[in-house]
């Protein structure tokens, strides 16, 4: 059985589909801080399942120590923590604590009961402002914000922790842009209130939700002047999880991986790709840039392929269309269940 910290989340609860349809049993673990229940039932309705859940945080030991008594646990997957980066810098004591002590917390319930693989979500943003792009795995590492430092002082304490003890298994993945939704349009990212990222926002721009968007810059040094990400489909992220999850058992030392597509596109781009999807028209005015952004930001993505022979195959054309169907079947997210 497999543990799914943040299962109810938006990666985690596709990630719960296709670990169903690759056969692996599992519990959801969430305390609802950034998701609602009502993904789960949504998943239970497309995989045809129940889905096991233990509602607790990852901070309360006593909570996730009665998974382990109730479930035979042989690993987890912990998607579990806060992960806005402006609310990072605001409040960061939440974030250390919630992901760095949620965190410690889980590994030391794991040990306790000799569970001891790990598939750990880390970020992109682990690399920084990266010197020169495609993003390896072994460029240099730093964060300028608590969101991004907390990740990097987790990804800190898992190496230590295999250090300390060789029979960890532990698997970093550091994911790039998220987007795109299940193709039942009945899963997909719920943000709270004005969404930060890009993709939410241009589709709630497109249903009429917003004005317009705002593109921040476009004096970067890229092919039209906005800032290049490397956007992932939600469904691609979490089948390389999968894979990372049936690999860990051979796993040596702390195998660090980029889930990237390995392509770069704009913001531009993504309005482009949008519209066609939508076949509505995004407004968009263009605005200074935003404190922290980056120009360039895309993966080498051929460790992946090398290591768990997993790769992402859905284009952006699939992701806009996947956020669209989303979007326009649930404008108001799972707010109205
Ligand atoms: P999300 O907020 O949709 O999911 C996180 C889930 O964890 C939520 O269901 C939330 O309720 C739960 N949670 C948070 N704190 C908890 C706690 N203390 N105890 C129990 N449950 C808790 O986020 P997501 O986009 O699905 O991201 C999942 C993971 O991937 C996060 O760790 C995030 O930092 C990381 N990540 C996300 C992105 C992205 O752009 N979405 C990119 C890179 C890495
Ligand atoms: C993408 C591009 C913006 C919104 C963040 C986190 C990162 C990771 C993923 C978790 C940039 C531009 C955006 C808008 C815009 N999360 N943009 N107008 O900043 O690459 O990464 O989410 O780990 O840690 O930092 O993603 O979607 O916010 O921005 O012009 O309203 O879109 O400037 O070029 P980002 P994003």
């Not at 970020?123 to 460029?139: L, M, N, Q, R, W």
């Amino acid at each position: 059985m497999i543990l799914v910290t943040g299962g109810a989340g938006y990666i985690g609860s596709h990630t719960c589909i296709e670990l169903h349809n690759a056969g692996h049993d599992f519990v959801v673990f969430d305390n609802f801080s950034n998701s609602s229940s009502e993904s789960l039932n949504r998943v239970a309705k497309i995989i045809g399942k129940e889905i096991k859940l233990v509602e607790g945080d990852i901070r309360d030991s006593a909570a996730l120590q009665q998974v382990f008594d109730n479930y035979d646990i042989e690993s987890v997957i912990h998607f579990a923590g806060l992960k806005a980066v402006g609310e990072s810098v605001e409040m960061p004591l939440e974030y250390y604590d919630n992901n760095i002590v949620g965190t410690l917390h889980l590994c030391e319930v794991m040990k306790k009961n000799n569970c001891k693989k790990i598939v750990f979500s880390s970020s992109a943003t682990v690399y920084g402002d990266p010197h020169t792009t495609p993003i390896k795995e072994d460029f240099p590492l730093s964060a300028t914000n608590p969101y991004g430092k907390s990740k990097l002082f987790i990804e800190e304490i898992l190496r230590d922790l295999y250090i300390s003890d060789n029979e960890w298994k532990i698997v970093l993945l550091r994911y790039f842009n998220p987007v795109g939704a299940h193709k039942s349009g009945l899963i997909g990212e719920d943000p709270n209130g004005i969404p930060n990222n890009l993709m939410p926002f241009i589709a709630q721009t497109a249903v009429g939700k917003r004005e317009h968007l705002s593109v921040f810059g476009n004096d970067y040094d890229t092919h039209d002047g906005t800032g290049v990400r490397d956007y992932i489909h939600v469904i691609d992220l979490s089948m390389g999880h999968v894979k990372a999850i049936e690999k860990i058992n051979s796993v040596e030392k702390v195998l660090t991986v980029n889930l990237g597509t390995g392509k770069g596109y704009s913001v531009l781009d993504m309005v482009q790709a949008f519209e066609k999807a939508s076949g509505k028209e995004i407004p968009y005015k263009i605005t200074p840039r935003r404190s922290g952004d980056i120009a360039k930001c895309f993966a080498d993505p051929s460790y992946a392929k090398a290591v768990l022979n997993w790769e992402a195959t859905r284009d952006v054309n699939e992701m806009c269309e996947d956020s669209w169907r989303w979007q326009v079947n649930n404008p108001n997210g799972y707010k109205n269940d």
